[in-house]
């Protein structure tokens, strides 16, 4: 294998040899919140005329895994390794900043849809799901993981221990994720938060991500399409100049 490739499989075994608290406590996490607000407003909210309540929640909450998994993949591992000095070993080597950015984001890419694939396999029994543009589910799934991917890497190199990880997840990434429309439509909301909500690229991952399924969004696809391309077109060179500069990993 060559440089990239022994790293990228160095971080997807770093996070399949712990499979159980990785992947299925997210699975199980995503059911909890299927199962508590599916019961509850099942009866009481109608998002589109053709869809339940619990099939519109089901695209939403895949989505929102593959993005929380993906980011905390790339930030833990680099925190992890800053804390446990062993990332000097990785600098000791040949490898270019952009093997780094492909081997960290690939596994975090690869972390969020085997997750993502765990939640939709069990949460699809509680309601019964078409996939009406299959290309466009995938095609979303694999720009949100990459753009959090890469957003974990950014939060890992400025971190210098698990509590400001920690603090980038709770107050930046978190509320992003639950104000995107996750469990809800911004057409129900007043007009000021769905303005504030347009301006929130994790809306347009779940938003396009969702279509895939149904063929019904709120925005049109290649809307979403583009603002989460261009999304992860300015957070990977962000990433990348960070990687060529040793931000925090030459010190």
Do not use: C
Not at 156 to 184: E, H, N, R
Request: no cysteine.
């Amino acid at each position: 294998m060559t440089g990239w490739q022994t790293l990228f499989y160095k971080e997807v075994l770093r996070f399949w040899k712990v499979a159980f608290q990785t992947i299925a406590a997210p699975v199980l996490t995503a059911v909890l919140y299927l199962m508590i607000f599916g019961h509850v407003l099942e009866d009481h909210v109608k998002v589109y005329d053709t869809i339940s309540y619990t099939a519109f929640l089901v695209p939403g909450l895949v989505m929102m895994s593959v993005l929380q998994n993906a980011f905390a993949n790339s930030s833990s591992s680099l925190v992890q390794s800053k804390m446990m000095g062993n990332i000097v070993f990785l600098l000791l080597t040949p490898l270019s900043h952009y093997s780094w950015f492909v081997a960290y984001a690939g596994s975090s890419v690869a972390r969020g849809l085997a997750v993502g694939v765990g939640v939709l396999a069990v949460t699809m029994w509680f309601a019964p799901l078409t996939l009406v543009a299959p290309v466009w589910v995938l095609v979303f799934a694999v720009l949100g993981a990459g753009l959090l991917g890469v957003l974990g890497l950014i939060a890992g190199l400025w971190a210098d221990k698990f509590d400001q990880v920690a603090a980038f997840q709770s107050f930046v990434v978190m509320p992003m994720t639950f104000l995107s429309g996750v469990f809800y439509s911004i057409h129900s909301l007043p007009p000021f938060w769905q303005a504030v909500s347009h301006l929130n690229p994790f809306f347009y991952m779940i938003d396009g991500f969702r279509y895939g399924f149904f063929g019904v969004s709120d925005v049109s696809p290649w809307l979403s399409l583009g603002v989460v391309g261009t999304s992860l077109a300015i957070v990977s060179g962000v990433a990348v100049y960070l990687l060529r500069t040793g931000y925090k990993l030459r010190n």
